[in-house]
């Protein structure tokens, strides 16, 4: 059974910092592209960063020189280092797993961030 489960979200006041993690279960982590979606109130989930087998990063540009994403292949973690937060973050934030072949995809069950102004 697959599971990528979240942890590390919370309450951060505006130029705060958090580091939210994901731990992946039951996948062969090494051939899995991870990546942090967020979705806010009322709007679409978006691409917030991604990370391929190797170790490249992708990040959307408003959280571009804040967010620093890394993975772990022998721990099976991702996490995402959160730095001069903004309210504007604030949303539930998905980690997400796709297999380099079969482009099959894992979410895990989100973990709030909320940054207050």
């Known amino acids: 059974q697959v599971q990528l489960v979240e942890s590390g979200g919370g309450l951060v006041q505006d130029g705060g910092s958090l580091r939210l993690s994901c731990a992946a279960s039951g996948i062969i982590f090494s051939l899995y592209n991870m990546a942090w979606y967020r979705q806010a109130p009322g709007k679409q989930r978006e691409l917030v960063a991604s990370?391929?087998?190797?170790?490249?990063?992708d990040y959307e540009d408003s959280v571009k020189g804040r967010f620093t994403l890394s993975r772990d292949n022998a721990k099976n973690t991702i996490s995402l280092q959160m730095n001069s937060l903004k309210p504007e973050d604030t949303a539930v934030y998905y980690c997400?797993?796709?297999?380099?072949?079969?482009?099959?995809?894992?979410w895990g069950r989100g973990t709030q961030v909320t940054v207050s102004s």
């Open positions: 997400n797993a796709v297999q380099m072949y079969t482009r099959q995809s894992f």
């Open positions: 990370i391929s087998r190797s170790g490249s990063t």
